[in-house]
């Protein structure tokens, strides 16, 4: 079955800083991955997915993960992190669902990001 | 609709009440998802709907869950004799089958405490 670790509970970066949050999944066919971010008492939104070719892939509000195979990882990192980026971020990968060309996700426990102005 | 859109937001039941909760998805987005949510935790799968059939019921914890799309659009979601441990925020997500839109969008969810 698939799974997804995120090793780290809590960050806490200063504005400005650079950001990287790590992700590992354990899959056994070549995985759909995602990074989706959740703000207090909001449903999660989308910030990239890797489907397949460039392992390199760019998101919205500045932010890119790469796809690296051999160590089963799909981090997610910023330049320059905002206060706005406060919030919980979590990795999930896409397993085939039941019914032909549907996944369905599994997500890790989250990373919760704290920003110091 | 724009978005996908649950209610009620907030519920609060005491133990062994019944009750349902909402999902409208965005118009014609064929595939619909429940996930649950419990406080620290991520999302976990309860089930998946293509149109009205409901294809993968892995997820549900119990026999107490049951999930229903009837007419392909809207679902609900009811948990019976709820439990303190059903507490938790339950997300519905939906998802186009046209080309380049394989991503689900995720409702705000229903926020479920049981006392």
């Known amino acids: 079955a698939q799974s997804v670790t995120q090793p780290d509970i809590h960050i806490t970066v200063s504005e400005g800083a650079s950001l990287e949050l790590r992700c590992n999944y354990s899959?056994?066919?070549?995985?759909?991955l995602f990074w989706y971010v959740q703000s207090p008492g909001q449903g999660l939104q989308l910030l990239l997915k890797?489907?397949?070719?460039?392992?390199l892939v760019q998101g919205i509000k500045g932010f890119e993960a790469e796809f690296k195979r051999s160590q089963s990882s799909f981090n997610l990192r910023k330049p320059s992190v905002h206060w706005s980026d406060a919030a919980e971020y979590f990795c999930?990968?896409?397993?085939?669902?039941?019914?032909?060309?549907?996944?369905?996700?599994?997500f890790g426990k989250g990373t919760l990001l704290t920003v110091n102005p | 609709g724009a978005g996908v859109s649950q209610s009620p937001r907030y519920k609060v039941a005491k133990r062994g009440q019944d009750v349902a909760l909402r999902c409208d998805p965005i118009?014609?987005?064929?595939?619909l998802f429940w996930y649950q949510q419990a406080l620290g935790q991520g999302p976990e799968f309860l089930t998946y709907?293509?149109?009205?059939?409901?294809?993968?019921k892995s997820g549900l914890p119990s026999d107490r869950f049951f999930a229903e799309r009837p007419e392909g659009s809207v679902s609900t979601l009811k948990i019976q004799r709820t439990q303190q441990e059903d507490s938790a925020v339950y997300l519905c997500?939906?998802?186009?089958?046209?080309?380049?839109?394989?991503?689900?969008?995720f409702g705000a969810g229903s926020r479920l405490t049981v006392l």
């Open positions: 999930a990968v896409g397993a085939q669902a039941s019914g032909g060309s549907n996944y369905k996700l599994t």
């Open positions: 118009s014609g987005h064929v595939s």
């Open positions: 997500a939906s998802r186009s089958t046209a080309a380049g839109a394989n991503v689900l969008t």
């Open positions: 899959y056994g066919a070549t995985p759909y």
């Open positions: 890797y489907f397949s070719g460039d392992t």
């Open positions: 709907f293509q149109n009205e059939a409901q294809l993968d």
